[in-house]
């Protein structure tokens, strides 16, 4: 009887060093929050325009491009090599990627130079 008490205080006390002794308890890392209201970003052209003018996308977003004109369009950046989509025909859509560095990039369409527009990159 005596054995079985005193045996029972060792399990208590055993358990108790083992679970003080544990290993930490490891916080879940704090997950970044993604900006997913940048995710998805799109331009749509329309009436020769492009909808928004100026859009922003976070760095290496696709951004995608919707040409509902009949008309070709493209989205072209007018700093070399930032981003082209190449011709986009009438009621398709294309993709490109925004470029990974922070800044605002002009671009405009190749085939009529007067459609311009803005993407922030941030
Ligand atoms: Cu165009």
């Known amino acids: 009887m005596v054995l079985t008490f005193a045996g029972l205080c060792l399990l208590i006390a055993l358990a108790g060093c083992s679970s003080s002794g544990g290993p930490a308890l490891t916080s879940p890392s704090p997950s970044t929050p993604s900006s997913t209201s940048v995710n998805?970003?799109?331009?749509?052209?329309?009436?020769?325009?492009?909808?928004?003018?100026?859009?922003?996308a976070a760095p290496g977003a696709k951004v995608s491009v919707v040409n509902e004109d009949s008309a070709p369009h493209t989205v072209?950046?007018?700093?070399?090599?930032?981003?082209?989509?190449?011709?986009?025909?009438?009621?398709?859509?294309a993709t490109f990627i925004a470029p990974p560095t922070v800044g605002t990039?002009?671009?405009?369409?190749?085939?009529?130079?007067?459609m311009t527009g803005t993407l922030t990159v941030r």
């Open 105 to 114: 990039y002009r671009y405009l369409c190749d085939i009529h130079p007067s």
């Open 40 to 56: 998805g970003a799109r331009i749509v052209i329309k009436d020769f325009r492009f909808e928004p003018t100026d859009l922003t």
């Open 76 to 93: 072209t950046a007018e700093a070399a090599n930032a981003f082209d989509t190449s011709t986009i025909e009438g009621g398709r859509t």
